[in-house]
């Protein structure tokens, strides 16, 4: 398909985003099983829920558009997942993989939060406020998630790593 106006760039992002949270809804559950501090465990589970949200939204827009979300790989969230398995396989410590996890983690929500903030822009340029809303919340929760990412990263996880 050409890609000749907005609204059609805007469905093929969308493809490409949806893309990416499957992606992410297949590794966190191995990233939460990975990890050796309680708290990074809890909130790589507590965003595998979130992120089943952001799919059901991205759903609903699909549906308000009456498109298929099917039909596009995204690459780029494949790249940063690998990095972060690989780093999973090569034995290291467990507060240094921690750290390591956090790492990874923050690197795909800043592709996420790049993506969402994209995608509000060019629904609230076509007029699609009802998107455009739902695009906000879920960019909203990529930067809440940034945030505590930092947070564990800060207090304890570094810190662990660090002493080895």
Known sequence: MEIDSLRKLYVEELKDLYSAEKQILQALPRMAKKASNELLQKAFQEH???TRMQVERLDRIFEMLGKSPRGKKCKGMEGLIEEGEDMMKE???PDVLDAAMIA??????HYEIAAYGTLRTYANQLGLKDHAQLLQTTLDEEGNTDKLLTRIAESRVNRDAEVR
């Open 48 to 50: 595998l829920e979130v």
């Open 91 to 93: 034995g290291a410590d």
């Open 104 to 109: 990874a983690a923050q690197r795909v929500e």
